[in-house]
C-alpha cells in the first residue's frame, strides 16, 4: 500500500510539473520599427525549454491608430493576411481607428521553437499620411475594448505538443494583456529626417475619373499601385502624373507611390 501511494505521489507531482511547463507556452505580440513609417507586428514567445516547433494554422490581432490615420498592408506570413478597418465612432471611441488583422493558412507554418527565444516576423505594414503626432498600440486582450468587441482580440491557433499529432489550440491568453516589448509607438518621437519621407499630393480629391500627382518625377519613381483599404492590388501603373480611375468602384483607396528613396501611400476618394 505505502509503495502504491508513493508511486501515486510521483505520478501526481509528474503531471503538476508537466501542467506547469505546458501553461507557459504560449505567445504574445510586440511592434517592431523597420524606420520611417514602416512596421511589423511580431510573436514573442514565452520564455520555454520547449524545442518542437510551433506549427501555426491562424492567428489575428488589431492595430488601433489615431483616429484619420490608416496602413497599408507590406507582407505577412503566409502572404495572405486580411486587414479589415473600423472606425472607432463604431465602437464608442470617435478618437480612434483601427484594424482587425486575420490571416488563416492554407497550410500551417512553423515558427522557431520557443526555446530559441525568437520573435517570428507576422505582419508587416505602413503608417499612411506622414502622421508626427497620435500613438499606434497593439489592442490589449485585457482591455474595456476587447472585452466589449470580443473579435477583437489577438490570438493565435497553434501546434506546440510534440505528441505525434496535429492539435491547434489558442496560445494567447484571451484574458491577459497578449503583448509585451514594446505594443505601443508615439509618432512624435519620429526624427525629423524619418518624417520628411516624401511630399507628394493627389488631386482632385474626392474625383471621378482622373487622379492628378503632384511631385511626381520621372527619374525617381519606380512604380505606382492603387489598394482598396484591404490592401489588395486593384490596379498598377508606371510613372504619370494622371491616372484613368474610372473603373474603380467608389470607396476609399490608397495610391502607394515607389520611389528610389521609399515609398508614400496617399489616400483618396473614388466616386
Request: charged share 15%.
Amino acid at each position: 500500500m505505502k509503495k502504491i501511494t508513493q508511486i501515486l505521489l510521483v505520478t501526481l507531482l509528474f503531471m503538476l510539473c508537466t501542467s506547469k511547463l505546458n501553461a507557459q507556452d504560449g505567445y504574445t505580440y510586440t511592434l517592431q520599427h523597420n524606420g520611417s513609417y514602416s512596421f511589423t507586428i511580431q510573436a514573442v514567445p514565452n520564455t520555454s525549454t520547449n524545442n518542437f516547433l510551433t506549427s501555426v494554422q491562424s492567428y489575428g490581432f488589431t492595430i488601433i491608430l489615431p483616429d484619420g490615420v490608416t496602413i497599408t498592408p507590406d507582407t505577412s506570413l503566409g502572404s495572405g493576411a486580411s486587414s479589415t478597418f473600423f472606425d472607432g465612432v463604431n465602437v464608442a471611441q470617435p478618437t480612434i481607428d483601427g484594424y482587425l488583422i486575420t490571416e488563416t493558412l492554407g497550410s500551417p507554418i512553423s515558427l522557431s521553437a520557443p526555446s530559441s527565444g525568437m520573435n517570428s516576423d507576422m505582419y508587416t505594414f505602413t503608417v499612411n499620411g506622414v502622421p508626427t503626432s497620435g500613438v499606434m498600440y497593439i489592442l490589449e486582450n485585457n482591455s474595456s475594448l476587447a472585452n466589449t468587441v470580443t473579435p477583437l482580440k489577438s490570438f493565435m491557433q497553434a501546434d506546440m505538443v510534440d505528441n505525434g499529432m496535429a492539435e491547434f489550440a489558442n496560445v494567447v491568453d484571451p484574458n491577459g494583456a497578449g503583448v509585451s516589448g514594446m505594443s505601443s509607438f508615439n509618432f512624435v518621437t519620429l526624427s525629423e529626417e524619418e518624417k520628411e519621407v516624401l511630399d507628394f499630393q493627389v488631386f482632385p480629391n474626392p474625383t471621378r475619373d482622373i487622379l492628378n500627382i503632384k511631385g511626381l518625377s520621372n527619374n525617381t519613381i519606380e512604380d505606382l499601385k492603387i489598394r482598396d483599404v484591404n490592401g489588395r492590388l486593384v490596379q498598377m501603373s508606371e510613372a504619370k502624373e494622371q491616372l484613368d480611375v474610372s473603373q474603380l468602384n467608389s470607396g476609399v483607396y490608397f495610391l502607394e507611390i515607389q520611389t528610389v528613396i521609399g515609398k508614400q501611400n496617399l489616400r483618396f476618394i473614388k466616386h
